[in-house]
């Protein structure tokens, strides 16, 4: 199994920016699909982004030029740069790891992590 921690949430304004990052232990990284949900109070779990071994990317339509996901193997870590942040991006972000081909829906990904708030004032 793999281990992720992610780190980067905190407080921001409204148009601001943050990057997440998530660090995975374990085995190789390079053909290990990951991805960023994330979790509004109330709300279910959500598809935010996500990046394939070979680097394709993926994004839900609401973050689509603000979000950038990208992984470096090397470092066995995957980011999620967000930019032009608004009041509703505000949830707990969960990163999110598969073997395999990427996939949207949560219940294909077996591996995550702890979480990290990521809110956004107005």
């Known amino acids: 199994q793999v281990q992720l921690v992610e780190s980067g949430g905190g407080l921001v304004q409204a148009g601001g920016s943050l990057r997440l990052s998530c660090a995975a232990s374990?085995?190789?990284?390079?053909?290990?699909?990951m991805a960023w949900f994330r979790q509004a109070p109330g709300k279910e779990r959500e598809f935010v982004a996500g990046?394939?071994?070979?680097?394709?990317?993926y994004y839900v339509d609401s973050v689509k030029g603000r979000f950038t996901i990208s992984r470096d193997n090397a470092k066995n870590t995957v980011y999620l740069q967000m930019n032009s942040l608004k009041p509703e991006d505000t949830a707990v972000y969960y990163c999110?790891?598969?073997?395999?081909?990427?996939?949207?829906?949560?219940?294909?990904?077996?591996?995550w992590g702890p979480g990290t708030q990521v809110t956004v004032s107005s």
């Open positions: 999110a790891g598969r073997w395999g081909s990427y996939q949207r829906d949560r219940a294909r990904y077996y591996d």
């Open positions: 374990g085995r190789t990284f390079s053909t290990y699909t």
């Open positions: 990046i394939s071994g070979g680097g394709s990317a």
